[in-house]
């Protein structure tokens, strides 16, 4: 009896030893879901110790004549195993469709792993059936390039759908530092300058920073709901919020500003508003300065500095294939907060070095209102002939200077800050002077007015003037522009997508495109442009078939009519960037 016992014991002891191995069916889950209109991703679900051999799997379309084409985007997260590379982490594998019929879909997943504990599975299959229709191929308009490489914002995109979230929110920080050097931040310097001005005798450097917090934080609150709604939605407020009679109602309100700091009037809430707001905001609320800059701040992000950049449009590109607005909208959030940054140690710096109420502040004061009225002219640049955009801005400069007393003869023994002050209305003068030359030579950048001037002084001829120039074919709808791209079949093609209030397709114009080396380049393409001003149904449409948030954003074309992904631009380039691309 005791000898059983013992075999058994054995036995039971030799069973428990020997290794555990999952069911084929447990040690590999494949699922797939849909990310947006033309992609869907393919997980493997790995069980514990077990490892998926990349050169073993494959997906392909069973039926390759239904019409549909896939394309499958590989992981990179094979690492190496013996002498083979393997999945050990589950692999996820992006299905992209285009065609132009709707189908019933079948497609065929082939794999084949093993167990870190010694066993290899047979080679095992699964097929998944989608359907796919016209609705969903409209995203698909163009065939994409196929050769792995990335656009910028799509690579920024990966960074959010592989990155921890330590890393995404630290990333997302330093590309709103980076973006705090361009338009979408510039026009609100002077903004919130203008409001710790306005604020006189109140004002600290504490108090400084606290309202410049508030108002980026305002501006973050903005960028984030527009952003998320963009992704999710496909819907642009920005862009809506770019017609003539916002633009004009905004800078009317900035006029207003301007005219108020010029004395002729106060701003001011009634008493018991201001009441109120202190009992919940306390000293900082004082004269609800708080409400004040949180609205300008929330309304200045939206309708002054609309952007679209690389970092944005990768946010928007994650939100609108994963659904994730969680994340993507923290990346908003913090990259916001890195494009407040100078806003935050501007305000600081006003709010303490500011002058003392008095002369001084009166001037300062002043100098902010024609800041304002630049904001203005700024703004209805976006809606109005570049001639008269020109005209207002030598008008600002020319009344500025004789204001300063350019024209009054300087008195003797003048030195220090009045010389100095002097010495800058003949500057204002003398560049308001250049405008109005250049509004009547057909200029059109206020930073270059004398862009059509020949070194010999004279004026450009109109065959000079077109050589320094390129020429876009322009279209407005997905079907005009497919047309186009038909018609230059064989050659390589550029789209510009372009609107009249997008500053930075104004400063892509006036800079990049005006460069001989920009433009010897151009000419080798078929060059069309997309124009999405109105923001109507059909350039949404337009904008949705090329997965485009706003603009200024570049596609190229290769001879075949093949989007070439990598060549993307997002945002404005410099003509050194442009040709570097």
Same mark, same amino acid.
């Given at each position: 009896?005791?000898?059983?016992?013992?075999?058994?014991?054995?036995?039971?002891?030799?069973?428990? +030893?020997?290794?555990?191995?999952?069911?084929?069916?447990?040690?590999?889950?494949? #699922?797939?879901?849909?990310?947006?209109?033309?992609?869907?991703?393919?997980?493997?679900?790995?069980?514990?110790?077990?490892?998926?051999? #990349?050169?073993?799997?494959?997906?392909?379309?069973?039926?390759?004549?239904?019409?549909?084409?896939?394309?499958?985007?590989?992981?990179?997260?094979?690492?190496?195993?013996?002498?083979?590379?393997?999945? *050990?982490?589950?692999?996820?594998?992006?299905?992209?469709?285009? =065609?132009?019929?709707?189908?019933?879909?079948?497609?065929?997943?082939? &794999?084949?792993?093993?167990?870190?504990?010694?066993?290899? /599975?047979?080679?095992?299959?699964?097929?998944?059936?989608? $359907?796919? $229709?016209?609705?969903?191929?409209?995203?698909?308009?163009?065939? !994409?390039?196929?050769?792995? +490489?990335?656009?910028?914002?799509?690579?920024?995109? !990966?960074?959010?759908?592989?990155?921890?979230?330590?890393?995404?929110?630290?990333?997302?920080?330093?590309?709103?530092?980076?973006?705090?050097?361009?338009?979408?931040?510039?026009?609100?310097?002077?903004?919130?300058?203008?409001?710790?001005?306005?604020?006189?005798?109140?004002?600290?450097?504490?108090?400084?920073?606290?309202?410049?917090?508030? &108002?980026?934080? +305002?501006?973050?609150?903005? &960028?984030?709901? +527009?952003?998320?709604?963009?992704?999710?939605?496909?819907?642009?407020?920005?862009?809506?919020?770019?017609?003539?009679?916002?633009?004009?109602?905004?800078?009317?309100?900035?006029?207003?500003?301007?005219?108020?700091?010029?004395?002729?009037?106060?701003?001011?809430?009634?008493?018991?508003?201001? $009441?109120?707001?202190?009992? /919940?905001?306390?000293?900082?609320?004082?004269?609800?300065?708080?409400?004040?800059?949180?609205?300008?701040?929330?309304?200045?992000?939206?309708?002054?500095?609309?952007?679209?950049?690389?970092?944005?449009?990768?946010?928007?590109?994650?939100?609108?294939?994963?659904?994730?607005?969680?994340?993507?909208?923290?990346?908003?959030?913090?990259?916001?907060?890195?494009?407040? *940054?100078?806003?935050?140690?501007?305000?600081?710096?006003?709010?303490?070095?500011?002058?003392?109420?008095?002369?001084?502040? $009166?001037?300062?004061?002043?100098?902010? =209102? *024609?800041?304002?009225?630049?904001?203005?002219?700024?703004?209805?640049?976006?809606?109005?002939?570049?001639?008269?955009?020109?005209?207002?801005?030598?008008?600002?400069?020319?009344?500025?200077?004789? &204001?300063?007393?350019?024209?009054?003869?300087?008195?003797?023994?003048?030195?220090?800050?009045?010389?100095?002050?002097?010495?800058? =209305?003949?500057?204002?003068?003398?560049?308001?002077?250049?405008?109005?030359?250049?509004?009547?030579t057909g200029a059109a950048n206020p930073l270059n007015p004398l862009e059509y001037v020949h070194k010999t002084g004279g004026s450009v001829s109109t065959s000079q003037q077109a050589a320094t120039e390129v020429t876009f074919t322009k279209v407005r709808s997905l079907q005009e522009l497919e047309a186009e791209i038909a018609k230059a079949k064989g050659k390589r093609i550029m789209v510009d997508f372009y609107a009249d209030w997008c500053t930075s397709c104004k400063e892509l114009e006036h800079v990049t495109f005006k460069d001989p080396h920009v433009v010897q380049k151009m000419g080798e393409l078929v060059l069309i442009q997309a124009d999405v001003t109105n923001n109507g149904d059909q350039e949404k449409a337009l904008m949705k078939a090329y997965n485009i948030f706003g603009p200024p954003a570049m596609l190229f074309f290769d001879e075949n009519g093949t989007v070439m992904k990598e060549k993307t631009i997002i945002g404005y380039k410099d003509p050194k960037e442009f040709l570097g691309l």
């Open positions: 009896m005791k000898v059983v016992l013992l075999f058994v014991a054995l036995t039971y002891t030799l069973m428990a +030893a020997m290794p555990s191995f999952l069911m084929p069916d447990e040690a590999f889950k494949p #699922e797939i879901k849909k990310l947006n209109n033309t992609t869907y991703e393919l997980r493997v679900n790995l069980g514990k110790d077990i490892y998926l051999y #990349e050169d073993r799997t494959h997906i392909r379309d069973v039926d390759p004549d239904d019409g549909i084409d896939l394309h499958v985007k590989k992981p990179t997260t094979a690492v190496r195993h013996g002498e083979d590379m393997v999945y *050990v982490e589950s692999p996820v594998f992006e299905l992209t469709f285009s =065609g132009s019929a709707a189908k019933e879909v079948h497609v065929l997943l082939e &794999y084949q792993g093993c167990s870190e504990q010694g066993l290899c /599975y047979n080679p095992m299959e699964k097929e998944f059936t989608l $359907t796919v $229709t016209p609705a969903m191929l409209q995203g698909a308009a163009a065939p !994409q390039s196929t050769n792995g +490489a990335l656009s910028e914002s799509d690579e920024i995109a !990966q960074i959010l759908n592989s990155g921890t979230l330590w890393t995404v929110l630290a990333a997302f920080f330093g590309f709103g530092l980076f973006l705090a050097l361009t338009p979408c931040v510039f026009p609100m310097i002077p903004i919130l300058s203008s409001i710790i001005v306005s604020q006189g005798k109140h004002m600290s450097a504490r108090r400084g920073f606290f309202l410049s917090l508030i &108002y980026v934080l +305002a501006m973050a609150m903005a &960028y984030t709901v +527009a952003g998320i709604l963009a992704g999710v939605f496909g819907s642009n407020i920005q862009a809506a919020l770019q017609n003539p009679v916002v633009l004009t109602l905004f800078a009317l309100v900035f006029v207003t500003l301007a005219i108020s700091m010029f004395g002729f009037f106060e701003i001011g809430i009634p008493h018991s508003w201001q $009441t109120r707001i202190s009992k /919940y905001s306390g000293k900082a609320g004082e004269k609800g300065g708080v409400v004040g800059v949180a609205i300008m701040g929330f309304l200045s992000a939206l309708i002054v500095g609309p952007c679209i950049a690389p970092p944005l449009a990768g946010a928007l590109i994650y939100i609108g294939q994963t659904g994730d607005a969680m994340l993507g909208g923290a990346a908003l959030f913090v990259m916001s907060l890195g494009m407040g *940054v100078p806003l935050l140690i501007i305000g600081t710096g006003a709010g303490k070095f500011m002058p003392r109420p008095g002369g001084w502040m $009166t001037t300062v004061t002043k100098v902010f =209102g *024609v800041m304002m009225l630049g904001i203005a002219i700024w703004m209805l640049s976006r809606i109005i002939p570049d001639v008269l955009s020109m005209l207002l801005w030598a008008v600002l400069l020319i009344v500025s200077a004789v &204001y300063m007393g350019v024209l009054e003869p300087l008195k003797e023994g003048t030195r220090g800050f009045t010389a100095l002050f002097k010495g800058l =209305g003949l500057v204002m003068l003398l560049y308001g002077m250049a405008l109005i030359y250049g509004a009547l």
